[in-house]
């Protein structure tokens, strides 16, 4: 499953390089897939709109099953009416552009991968870092996503999601670092235009932050030009649970 369509090339180079890693064993990868853009959608599902599948010709001349929802239809839709169960794995990606810091959360590769694990699959999102003026190199991170999706499938790990980002300058050797979500990715920003009518209209947009504490994904990324490999639980209670729970019950008890 992807966020960029279909017919993205990353995901095609993904499931040559999971079938190429995996090819002494009994496996069948199946892309399920919006038929259209679907980034920053989230977790997003579709409750008020009718879905379709449609069955669709690949480039490599294999089938897939274009969607007309988001990333987590299309995990819901592959679970229940495609595969009729829970796959050993749901792989998101390999989105054009990194999905790092606290912002993944609107991230439709990332909530492709939550909502995989959500059902019960282990589960990877996997993005490349992208500018305008540069040639993605699908191969590399499609590669190393395989090596690491085998040993997760294999052995496991104490997370839901594995999201991986590689650098433009990915290469096999580049260095992977197991990091923490940095606090933001973007600083916001809303252009306000107006339209023939006199009446504005706004476009949401935002530049990027390089800087963040060494450990973070943003780090790693960004200013290190390595992996970053960042384990993620669907469970987002704060970790000073009970800490919290001392304080803000006093606050409770003069209600």
């Known amino acids: 499953v992807n966020d960029d369509g279909i017919y ?8 040559h390089e999971i079938s190429n890693e995996l090819n002494n064993e009994d496996i069948n990868i199946t892309i399920v ?3 259209s853009q679907q980034s920053s959608v989230g977790r997003s599902i579709s409750l008020y709109d009718p879905i379709r599948i449609s069955k669709t010709k690949l480039s490599d001349g294999s089938c897939g099953y274009a969607v007309s929802g988001t990333p987590a239809d299309c995990v819901i839709l592959g679970i229940h009416k495609i595969l009729n169960k829970t796959p050993d794995m749901v792989v998101s990606g390999i989105n054009i552009g990194e999905n790092i810091g606290t912002e993944i959360t609107t991230s439709g590769t990332v909530g492709a991968a939550f909502e995989g694990a959500h059902h019960g699959a282990k589960a990877i999102a996997s993005s490349i870092q992208v500018d305008c003026e540069s040639n993605l190199n699908f191969k590399t991170p499609a590669k190393i996503t395989a090596k ?7 052995n496991g790990c104490n997370c839901d999601v594995i999201n991986l980002n590689f650098p433009i300058t990915v290469k096999e050797d580049t260095p992977i670092e197991i990091t923490k979500l940095a606090r933001r990715m973007y600083h916001a920003k809303v252009n306000e ?3 023939p009518r006199n009446r504005s209209y706004y476009w949401i947009s ?3 932050t390089n800087h963040a504490n060494e450990g973070t994904d943003i780090h790693t990324l960004m200013s290190k030009k390595n992996i970053s490999l960042t384990p993620l639980t669907l ?3 704060i970790n000073n ?15």
């Open 8 to 15: 993205s090339e990353g995901t095609l180079e993904l499931k």
């Open 33 to 35: 897939a919006p038929i």
């Open 148 to 154: 690491i999706g085998k040993g997760y499938l294999y």
């Open 193 to 195: 235009r107006t339209d």
């Open 206 to 208: 935002g530049a990027p």
């Open 235 to 237: 469970d987002t209670t």
């Open 241 to 255: 649970f009970n800490d919290f729970a001392r304080g803000y019950q006093k606050i409770i008890d003069k209600i």
